[in-house]
């Protein structure tokens, strides 16, 4: 190896997550981000550095190039879309699902057999808009960028698209799960010109990535 290789990670689970993989190669992260205010973090490579950003902007990073590789949950990619990367492993990891949920006493099913138009808030526009398309809901979509379980309690929407783990937030916000839209869990993300250019440096840590 020669160049500095990068890998973009966001903090929490995925963070988290990452740290055994990169264990496999050998490899140890010096610092904790959850303490250090550091966004460029060394490791016990001379070689590799993580940079921590957002989850939703790694593909962002990856795909310019300003990272060669990274790792996002299928929620994000497919938000951002799959330009310029190649998402050669799903690593299982940070699994959930992506679902619609409406207030315990909405009858959904009777909504959309009615023909209803239904207001959807959600952060995942895209994936939203492709499943209520595909099913022939009409909807309007309301873009936020969290706690959209609070949306249907003060009226501002029908129904919620999210992420779902054990259920227990929508629990305990009186929503129901009506609806599974996919399996979501994290896949390894790397630039195409980077893995096509530089695969030999890259491989070592594909190879510590794909024995999980
Ligand atoms: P839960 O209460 O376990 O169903 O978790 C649901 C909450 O955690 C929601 O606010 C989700 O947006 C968030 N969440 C669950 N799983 C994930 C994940 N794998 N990645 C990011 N956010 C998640």
Known sequence: MSKMITLALSKGRIFDETLPMLAKAGITVSEDPETSRKLILPTSSPNLRVIIVRASDVPTYVQYGAADLGVAGYDVLAEHGMDGLYAPIDLGIAKCRMSVAVREGFDYA????QGARLRVVTKYVEQAREHFANKGVHVDLIKLYGSMELGPLVGLADAI????????????????????????????????????????????????????
């Not at 994290?186 to 190879?207: C, E, F």
């Open 161 to 212: 698209v999210d992420l779902v783990s054990t259920g227990n937030t929508l629990k305990a916000n009186q929503l129901k799960e009506v609806e599974v839209i996919s399996q979501i869990s994290s896949r390894l993300v790397v630039n195409q010109a980077a893995y096509k250019r530089r695969r030999a440096d890259l491989q070592p840590l594909l190879d510590a990535f794909s024995k999980v």
């Open 110 to 113: 009777n909504a959309v057999r």
